[in-house]
């Protein structure tokens, strides 16, 4: 039942057509999801200016062009994650103005204006193999409309490359922590900042790393507060949630 | 919103009192749990003959005894399951008809007519450890209105056990089997039937069982097709999903 | 000892040509298996109508087309599952009737008059890369005789899509979830409807999915009862489970 | 080296006491910790607004008393964490204005003035037995100063109940949902909001729960984007996380 | 169907009261299990003269002295394993000739005649703390009537305790080498001797022995052929095994 | 020091050239390694019989070729476990009597008379897929002199099957069981029969098998007494110790 | 065959009693361990210093002190290791001299002249939680007669609380890291130096902590050079390989 | 702020340009990071003499050669692991000095000039196979400056082997012990010997090892104290950890 017959029923309602016994009964059967679902996923389109994302793994190139062009008409930002570098070049025939973010393995379409916001998500990475993941964050906050300032390669081994960038992390609004081996970057971050830290665990390490197990059991075990985590390798999750929360900060 | 409140509305389209354009945008408005939920839980209750539970650990003798009067009085049967002796005398005073059985620690009420299904649900367990939580698969059947045939202590390692009750086992619509250390009975009583059979995983065992651990992945993996598998100890559970099946069968 | 050597022994019994001791001697010795397993799976043959199913990994072509064949004289509908297009390609060269079924990589042969059951089988997927696990279950359903209505892609990140399938759902005799990542699905499924709900969670998911081992746990915990798990992206057995309660269901 | 040492020094460098390259060389050596962190400690006590917390287990009655006084002294709100009811008992009579938050099992003090923020911060839960988890995250969170909206009791089997809350979810600014068994309902309101969701599992559960490693995995895989984890049990944490990102919210 | 009613149906084949066809088909109906399995129980029990045994946890006092009287009548061995103390002080005033092995925890009745058997068995531990394991082992061995010599406490950090044995060793049939923390004596010992070693893993240890999952896994890798493993803890296991080994030595 | 040097020591003493205490200090100092181990391993040559093996993977196949050819000039068999079809097919070349057993990638050289041996092993498996496992236990048990009975594919889900092998199962005097998926067949074959069951988990088997961990699970916590276990995949090592069990019964 | 003996062959061939051709076979038959281990063994004791050291746990406060006054006797200093008060008070009753050190848990006898060594262990933790660990390697490290400075609940998530301490961190020649929670302290302190660092995991913690299983992975896949790691709560084993560290930095 | 503007600000203070006030202000805010880490990382340049180390794998051809030949300016030795032989071709054109460990997959350039240690380090090994992960230790404490002894191929399934090579191993001052497999040889050697021993355990192995779970396990939980352990596969972090031992033994 859509908005029309839900209207045709009121109207009847009106004309005397029916009784309020009968439309009361028919309202009752209505099926629960027709309408305020619509609605509400209407909201959060206008609510929140969230970009259409794409995973391209497992579709076929096709399939993916499909998509992106479908969503790039739209207006908003487009963002697809783990694209392969050929899947760009056949994009950019038709969509010129797609960009590919290559360490990010990203294709995005910025079709929104950029704007300075008030907010920064800090990126960091614990070591140079974490980029990757890092860029994914990036790539996605950004698309989502954030300012984000990257801080790679300062893992805790070597304390004094992480603390020279104290000034930067103290500014942040929120702060992505990327990290593989043992992740001990997002402790060391939690314990130096008052916001929120999303950490994400790399798979990055060998033997018993256990792809990735390792960082995120540290991680879930930080003895610092603020510390919340995503799943291994997820700079995606990282990177939305901390627009969402920097979001809040500068729409203010 | 209620059905009263529904209900004004439509009466005040009806009057001409509310333009049909506004009662739509109302109705649009309108919270989509408020109406269809209520009426789907309230269909279900009727379709189901459903009995009520309760789960007792965490809950105080006073909360049990409490909602257990307030489920009796809707007049279906009323199961509470992992329940401790204690608790039973105490609600014995104030429902003198609930009984309590002992090996499934559970406390029940009986209040619709029990009938001969035709469909028999066959519990089968490998040990006598295991029948604690078998007991609570078969009283939960019961509770269902389901009839149960018991098959205890017929493991794999003394296989003439279970053979002998071969016949049984053919006559039953779903069968249960219970089993810890290596579970192996779901798989060897799955290769002598064709109709569904719930395993259930129990913690018993010791060393590399893993409460329960090395049943559950033995169980997952038989290699006789028509096993599913619940949760480890979750005699409930096989009941309940017994019972679901076996009343397809009988109602018809 | 068959059947003949049993009856020439009686009919010596019978002439006074063998005492009733020796007889009973030699029947002590008989095999148990002899006669009794095979009358079984000569009774369970007739009874079940099971079609014949081939596990096609680890066969070669050669191999599967000549099982193939010979399951396909016995009448009954044939099934292989897990094939490569490759396979189907020779096959189809030999069993002119047999079709591929793309999505489950499966290879069918229908001989049985197929009938709309009375009892229909829900097959619901989370993602659309749930899908080829549950055109397994699908295929098996329908290779087994059983009605089925397939509702992909309505995972519970965006609810109303489930939500706008509940009438479906609530029609269904028996429901197959197919869900990675999370597997939260199969809950929410199992809270909707009053019918066993099989619950297969599939590889899909990266990082602490653990290739499937998060919707396992995610199924086997689920707090909505009637919900039983089988194996990781285990499509023919939930197919066959479920086939078995459906013809339950239908053949009365 | 403290303030008043380095003071000296800058004056013996101004009286020409000591040449400049002789002060460089004591700058240099200066332990990098003395003057810097003590200062970034500072600023982040007046920046945040912090309150003081205290860990309870593992510490005697006397040690909790003596460190919440020095606690109390700073003026800010003190909360003590898992603390046993007689630790309390001790606690108010030195304390009599600080308080015991039954099912959260915490002591809090509260001194700063309480005022509406701006955001809210949800914390919902999946059943009953995950309260006391939550409600940890709920005092931690309001001691923090934020304002708080508690939705118990929704789990995902029963979603209506979840959905009759709806737009209490999407007033939120960020949402604390707190679940165990298989920790299915974070997915679900991740899928309704577009705030950060924290996800906390629970110990709730049993057999394949593994004491929490069930909801672990199922959140951290969560298919809706916006979910970030915390350790298991941890309301603690959440209400921290939740605090600092509502706080960005508020304060503009 | 027992050999009574086996031997009526004959006699009326005889006398022809029943026809043969008629015979025929009710041998056919003849459960599968009746004689079959009860001649081969009954064949096991003289071929091999395996002593009774009850594992006692989750018995009450009653049963097990109940059940060993029971046995003890057959005129075998007797072994109940897991025994409490109090147990074997009721147990004796009933059955004043049994025996309590301490260490063990065994309640023991030796009612065939012990006889030097011509295999040995040595049984070796790692520890002290792993004695009560081996002695298990050892226990069980000795009322399967087999001879076994003790090795105990020569683990491999100080390989002289264990070289000085390696008469003891070299003279054994096989060996049942019992190892908690590491478990590494397993492989050691399968290195000195070319006779099957039966590996037990314990629960000894802490941290990361989990329980006894580290040297069950030691010893499942173990680079000595000639080593098996049973369950963590399980001593009795062993010891059947071993005396079955031993047995097929000594027999001849 | 070898023989030679401690025989001139020994004249010395003889020959007063070397007081006794100096000879005693020298034998103190006397690598204990040098004289026992030597005889130990030759005392084991002698006794066993062992035939020489080679584990191929990560060896060339020169350095297969040349331990081959040494191996072989001691004149026992030979045996190369996991050995590719192009290493054999050089090894022919300089060793044409060596043979390529297919199904266990195994290459053999049959150096002694074979002779039937009193004492049998039975090599079982649950399917076809174990076969390759269960042919490497078999053909190094005939490497190691022993006779060996295969019964192949007689899993546990048609138990008829299993059954139907009873009489040779109870012949043998030990008894390998080879399977994958849930692993059951261990279980029921050591309730069949009262010798030694050695079992081997295979990696057969998919999601929730985890490469074996199922089965081994299943096996470890088999219910009957007579199973140990050995690793994942492990037929060379299940090979070994049956030949070392069944050599006892047969040299007798 | 004891030195005596040995000296008496030695005569006997010196007297011309014994052939050189007898005394050499006697030899080669002289149990290898007989002399050479002891001789080892003694070495040892001479070389190192090292202390007698008792596992209390397990053993009866009899046993517990007739050991220690055994090893009492020899002079070195005496260590007990996870001792209960009760325990102490009674040792204290026959050995007045033994001290209690209460929060290592440990009962010590110091009768070796203390000396402050060259080398300096740092023992650090990371919470005050894991002090108790920490005072075990500390205590059991000086009853090593090593020199050691310890440096309390300095973790990651306060920095400055750490590098307040770098300059005693430096001056180091090993370090002891015992850590919870997420365990990242030995990958920061393992940054700072440039001498071996030891890293014990504590079961401290919760949830996803599981025992210690975190800190441990976390420990494993430090990215920092040097650091090493031994079991959960090993505090023991710490202080030991540190002792021998130190011990050969000191001798010098 | 560097050196020269400290020395700026010291001169102004000197010349009253600056009141001493404002100058303790402006070394308030001085970053903690600018001054004293440098002068930290200076000195342990001097200090150690640490080799410079390149982690080859992720980096392309272009980037090892690049950072190669940047570090090889400062005169020390240079190391790259896990180098591809291809990669050392493309080195040596450019770095005609370089050298190419093919066992140990490592490059190394020897600027330094080599001096026997005072102290030893013994590598030891279980089998051939773990051969690759102990040259890699080797060379790096040889890189390290460290003399370094190798004993491969010593497993605990042939004790004679390791025992024969008993005197080298007292002749250490520290060994590393590199076993996959079950991981026995480390407790074995920790046993004999009174000096570190640092485990390395190894992904050799198959089926239960896990991927070198299993030794890691066995050497966490080794009996012989003295006994730390590294990173599966990590010979680089063992060869670095002795060299910092073998280094305090040697510079004295």
Redesign the interface.
């Known amino acids: 039942m859509d908005?029309n017959q839900?209207?045709q029923l009121?109207?009847q309602?009106?004309n005397?057509q029916l009784a309020?016994d009968k439309?009361?009964e028919k309202?009752?059967?209505?099926?629960?999801?027709?309408?305020?679902?619509?609605?509400?996923?209407h909201h959060?389109a206008l609510?929140?200016g969230?970009p259409e994302t794409i995973y391209c793994p497992?579709k076929t190139t096709e399939q993916i062009i499909e998509i992106f062009q479908r969503m790039a008409k739209k207006g908003t930002n487009v963002l697809g994650t783990r694209c392969e570098p050929e899947t760009y070049e056949a994009l950019k025939k038709v969509v010129p103005n797609a960009q590919y973010e290559q360490r990010a393995r990203a294709i995005v379409l910025y079709q929104e204006e950029k704007k300075e916001t008030e907010?920064i998500i800090a990126v960091v990475t614990?070591?140079?193999?974490d980029i990757p993941v890092a860029e994914e964050a990036r790539v996605t906050a950004e698309v989502f409309g954030q300012t984000v300032q990257t801080i790679y390669d300062v893992?805790?081994?070597?304390?004094?490359r992480l603390?020279?960038h104290?000034?930067s992390l103290?500014k942040a609004?929120?702060i992505i922590v990327v990290a593989g081996?043992?992740?001990?970057l997002a402790?060391?971050v939690?314990?130096?900042v008052?916001?929120?830290v999303?950490a994400v665990?790399t798979?990055i390490?060998?033997?018993?790393?256990?792809n990735?197990?390792?960082?995120?059991?540290?991680?879930?075990?930080?003895?610092?507060?603020?510390?919340?985590?995503?799943?291994?390798?997820?700079g995606?999750?990282?990177g939305?949630?901390a627009a969402?929360?920097n979001r809040?900060?500068s729409k203010?």
């Not at 009752?28 to 996923?41: Q, T, V």
């Not at 893992?155 to 004094?160: D, I, M, N």
Request: aromatic share 4%; net charge negative; charged share 15%.
């Open positions: 908005a839900l209207k009121l109207e309602v009106q005397g309020t439309a009361l309202l009752r059967d209505l099926p629960f999801e027709s309408i305020d679902y619509a609605k509400i996923d959060r609510r929140c969230t497992g907010g614990a070591g140079t193999s893992g805790v081994a070597g304390l004094h603390l020279s104290n000034e103290q609004s929120v081996m043992e992740g001990a402790s060391v939690g314990g130096l008052s916001v929120p999303i665990p798979s390490g060998y033997g018993a790393s256990f990735g197990l390792a960082p995120l059991l540290t991680m879930l075990n930080s003895c610092a507060s603020g510390v919340s985590v995503v799943n291994i390798d997820n995606f999750g990282a939305t949630i969402m929360i809040q900060t203010k």
